[in-house]
């Protein structure tokens, strides 16, 4: 299974950027897929999921209203758009491909790693003036 981000980069305050994800040797459309960040100096952390039809989705309280996670299931990619970007969104961003496919009714389980298997060697992006 191999997961490739790409999309980060370099980007003013207020500015956008889309991540994608691409996913080969597993089945893409049979699961829910989510990004998670780690920060400089700090822990990785959960930032969005979507299900498997890409019809459900969460997000961090941090990144709601500003970012959407959606999925393209025939060219088994997950995007991230990100907009209005702050400078504590600077992070490098992972995409992971799930262990379940609807949205788990526990927002624990849903930002726990534990529930995601394989993941992407990451994009950084970096949020500065």
């Known amino acids: 299974v191999q997961l490739v981000e790409s999309g980060g980069g370099l980007v003013q305050p207020g500015g956008s950027l889309r991540l994608s994800c691409a996913v080969s040797g597993h089945t893409f459309s049979d699961y829910a897929m989510g990004w998670f960040r780690q920060p400089p100096g700090r822990e990785r952390e959960f930032v969005a999921v979507?299900?498997?039809?890409?019809?459900?989705?969460d997000y961090a309280y941090s990144v709601k209203g500003r970012f959407t996670i959606t999925r393209d299931n025939a060219k088994s990619t997950v995007y991230l758009q990100m907009n209005n970007l702050k400078p504590e969104d600077t992070a490098i961003y992972y995409c992971a491909t799930a262990n379940f496919r609807a949205l788990l009714a526990s927002m624990r389980a849903r930002a726990s790693e534990r529930n995601y298997n394989y993941w992407g060697q990451g994009t950084q992006v970096t949020v500065s003036s």
């Open positions: 979507v299900s498997w039809t890409g019809n459900s989705a």
